[in-house]
């Protein structure tokens, strides 16, 4: 789809059905993103499209890229998701043409996700005069690269907010960046506790040759370098010294930019240890909510990240997770309770830590009761939309948008 899907036309304002009154006008919100493939950030898109109050928001969701599978899973906002692709990597007309969109739908607030979205967000809000631009920091791998970063500093004076999903990437770009404290809040993803619940998969091990009494301790992460799949995979060489029988399950989507590299690199590191036959590589899945409930154990060997969706994902599916003590990790993973926190590149402690917790089904259980409960109070996808809505409304507070007077309760369970 290359040419703009256009949402359908905006209501002036809703009816109060008790009196049949014009009531006030909804904020109308654009969430533009620069794909909603199947990653982190673009999960949250979803989540965040949902969970905002419809009785608030008016969600607009908006995709610069044709690859968009999670386009369906936007339940009622999908009526309100349009494409507006990016041409070709100078596509310079992108940014009149995402305005021409948010004058047409009269945005109040945009709010953009990953890097080219969030360039695009910034200008093209500007351009449309839109009230409030809200920018994020979600762990981009672009902050590496000099020309981007050049960019973003060029541009950081057209935005009004940034969200973090992590006080890591808070203090990055406070620090580094120079982006002013007061333009900064932290919120951290949300996870959908219905979707993601404890739970046994018999049929999917069956179907993947997995006993099922077998210990089974899971990595599902992209394959990238950040991921770090090797010092998965020494630990796990590791723990099947002394447990031999444990299943190590790795899935996740395959860098586009180098489709074979880290997976390849991943399997012939397997077939080198000598631990091939007890791994199985399941490349890109849309099941994943059914992986969870056959896995027994999380792990992640992450040298970076944001707030790891998967982190919060395991823990709402009764999971002990085993994370590396990089961003905000260790604030989510509570060392000994919910599961436990290594050093990065640590495949021995890491090793150790998987086994005590192949060897203890009792531990298992208790961290992962307890993980579940911190996924439901603390990063629900409710919380994510009440918390994301206020800023919203206090960015057009602060512009004076006579809209949003009196307003609270920004998430759906507010």
Not at 95 to 103: K, L, S, T, Y
Not at 186 to 205: C, E, H, K, M, Q
Request: proline share 4%; glycine share 8%.
């Amino acid at each position: 789809m290359n040419a703009t899907t256009t949402a359908n036309p905006t209501p002036a304002e809703t009816n109060d059905v008790s009196t049949g009154a014009p009531a006030r006008e909804l904020v109308n919100t654009l969430l533009l993103t620069s794909s909603l493939e199947r990653g982190g950030a673009e999960r949250q898109v979803v989540e965040l499209a949902k969970s905002l109050d419809p009785g608030v928001f008016r969600v607009f969701v908006c995709s610069l890229s044709d690859d968009n599978p999670l386009a369906d899973q936007l339940g009622p906002v999908a009526e309100r998701f349009s494409v507006i692709a990016k041409r070709n990597k100078y596509d310079v007309g992108l940014i009149r043409r995402v305005a021409r969109f948010m004058h047409a739908h009269r945005i109040d607030v945009v709010h953009s996700f990953m890097f080219d979205a969030e360039i695009v967000g910034r200008l093209a809000g500007r351009l449309a005069g839109v009230p409030a631009i809200i920018c994020s920091n979600r762990c981009p791998h672009w902050q590496r690269r000099r020309f981007k970063l050049w960019v973003a500093r060029v541009t950081a004076g057209c935005f009004d907010r940034m969200i973090a999903n992590s006080r890591a990437g808070m203090l990055y770009e406070r620090d580094e960046q120079k982006v002013p404290e007061r333009k900064l809040c932290v919120i951290p993803n949300g996870v959908d506790t219905n979707r993601f619940r404890p739970g046994r998969s018999p049929d999917l091990r069956d179907a993947l040759g997995i006993a099922q009494d077998a210990v089974v301790v899971g990595m599902i992460a992209h394959f990238r370098g950040n991921k770090d799949h090797d010092t998965w995979l020494r630990a796990a060489a590791e723990v099947l010294k002394a447990h031999p029988d444990t299943i190590f399950l790795s899935a996740g989507s395959i860098d586009g930019e180098s489709p074979d590299h880290h997976f390849g690199r991943a399997r012939d590191l397997a077939r080198s240890l000598g631990i091939e036959h007890a791994v199985k590589f399941l490349g890109p899945r849309g099941d994943v909510a059914e992986l969870y409930s056959m896995l027994d154990i999380k792990t992640l060997s992450s040298r970076f990240e944001g707030t790891p969706n998967v982190v919060l994902e395991a823990m709402a599916a009764g999971l002990p997770t085993i994370v590396t003590d990089v961003s905000d990790n260790a604030l989510i993973v509570l060392e000994g309770e919910t599961g436990f926190v290594v050093p990065m590149g640590d495949a021995a402690l890491m090793a150790q830590r998987m086994g005590e917790l192949v060897g203890d089904a009792d531990l298992r259980r208790r961290m992962g009761e307890t993980a579940r409960s911190r996924a439901v109070e603390e990063f629900s996808v409710e919380a994510l939309g009440r918390r994301t809505g206020e800023v919203y409304l206090d960015a057009l507070r602060a512009k004076g948008a006579a809209k949003v007077a009196g307003l609270t309760g920004a998430g759906k369970n507010a």
